[in-house]
């Protein structure tokens, strides 16, 4: 069963960082695209940021760029979104995906495996 997990969400002041982390059980993720999503109250789910199967030119939502970055973990089995000088409009639920075409990151196609989300809020 694949299954995907995400940590290392909490409250953190403007200008701090959080690293969460987005691991997997029943799958190899370094076969798969993932994809880092997020939903705020109110507002439709975005996608923050993408790594394709390659591991080639990460993608990033312009509001987060510069600011966080996507990495493999591959002794993890494992995606990490370091992110750095939090605002509070960062404050979301953050949710992982998982997808194995190709060109998930690109062909604005959905993805299929999803986490079950870590919670961010960015307050003083």
């Known amino acids: 069963q694949l299954q995907l997990v995400e940590s290392g969400g909490g409250l953190v002041q403007p200008g701090g960082s959080l690293r969460l982390s987005c691991a997997a059980s029943g799958f190899t993720l370094d076969a798969y695209a993932i994809g880092w999503f997020r939903q705020a109250p109110g507002k439709e789910r975005e996608r923050v940021s993408c790594?394709?199967?390659?591991?080639?030119?990460?993608d990033y939502a312009d509001s987060v760029r510069g600011r966080f970055t996507i990495a493999r973990d591959y002794a993890k089995n494992a995606v990490t979104l370091q992110m750095n000088s939090l605002k509070p409009e960062d404050t979301a639920v953050y949710y992982c995906?998982?997808?194995?075409?190709?060109?998930?990151?690109?062909?604005?196609?959905?993805?299929?495996?999803w986490g079950q989300g870590t919670s961010v809020t960015v307050s003083s």
């Open positions: 790594l394709s199967k390659s591991n080639l030119s990460p």
């Open positions: 995906a998982a997808e194995n075409r190709p060109w998930a990151c690109a062909d604005g196609g959905t993805f299929n495996h």
